[in-house]
């Protein structure tokens, strides 16, 4: 595709729901990323993929976020039970090589919980 | 571990006044440095970047050089445009971290026709 489009760009859940957010990436980007960014404050890794395999998901805050990748291609990013403090613009980001090239960044979805 | 830390915005300047936005890093290894920037209702798009030591990125006019002996990677620009308003964020990827980027606080810059 043109970019990394991410779906809904909207979201409100009622605490304890769960959500999914979707990213797709640049067509044949091997490296996926999932950051979070909380109102006024830069972006926070959650968690890395290379093809299907994730390589790292130090950055995810609890338990209740989970993220795949299954075919290596579209990723979702799961939150169960949301809480307040999950409110944030969910971004993630694509590259050809996650290692040196560079990251191309979707719109985000805004995720209020109330 | 790393970290980025820069200006506190926001930042507001007249049309054709001088840029700068300082950022400092801590990193262990050889990181990469970047200077993202995010348009009112649009996603983070990379502006510059340089991979070592005395490398100087370059954009839109935008410039910034990578300083390893004072850890720094400063946002300068000669004559600001409206156009120019935006938040811009400062990040670092560590060369023994992976792929994954560490972003300071972000700071709004604001001109003024």
């Known amino acids: 595709g043109a970019g990394v489009s991410q779906s809904p760009r909207y979201k409100v859940a009622k605490r304890g729901q769960d959500v999914a957010l979707r990213c797709d990436p640049i067509?044949?980007?091997?490296?996926l990323f999932w950051y979070q960014q909380a109102l006024g404050q830069g972006p926070e890794f959650l968690t890395y993929?290379?093809?299907?395999?994730?390589?790292?998901k130090s950055g995810l805050p609890s338990d209740r976020f989970f993220a795949e990748r299954p075919e290596g291609s579209v990723s979702t990013l799961k939150i169960q039970r949301t809480q307040q403090e999950d409110s944030a613009v969910y971004l993630c980001?694509?590259?050809?090589?996650?290692?040196?090239?560079?990251?191309?960044f979707g719109p985000g979805t805004r995720l209020t919980v109330l | 571990g790393n970290s980025v830390t820069q200006m506190e915005g926001p930042v507001t300047l007249s049309e054709e006044a001088f840029l700068t936005i300082n950022c400092t890093y801590t990193?262990?290894?050889?990181?990469?440095l970047f200077w993202y920037v995010q348009y009112p209702g649009e996603g983070l798009q990379l502006l510059l970047k340089?991979?070592?030591?005395?490398d100087k990125g370059s954009n839109k006019g935008f410039e910034a050089t990578y300083r390893k002996e004072t850890t720094s990677f400063h946002l300068e620009k000669g004559s600001v445009q409206v156009s120019d308003s935006a938040v811009y964020f400062c990040?670092?990827?560590?060369?023994?971290?992976?792929?994954?980027?560490?972003f300071g606080q972000g700071t709004e810059l604001s001109v003024k026709p």
């Open positions: 993929f290379q093809n299907e395999a994730q390589l790292d």
């Open positions: 067509s044949g980007h091997v490296s």
């Open positions: 990040a670092l990827r560590g060369g023994d971290q992976g792929g994954k980027l560490i």
């Open positions: 990193a262990t290894g050889y990181p990469s």
């Open positions: 980001a694509s590259s050809s090589d996650g290692y040196t090239d560079t990251q191309y």
């Open positions: 340089a991979t070592k030591a005395d």
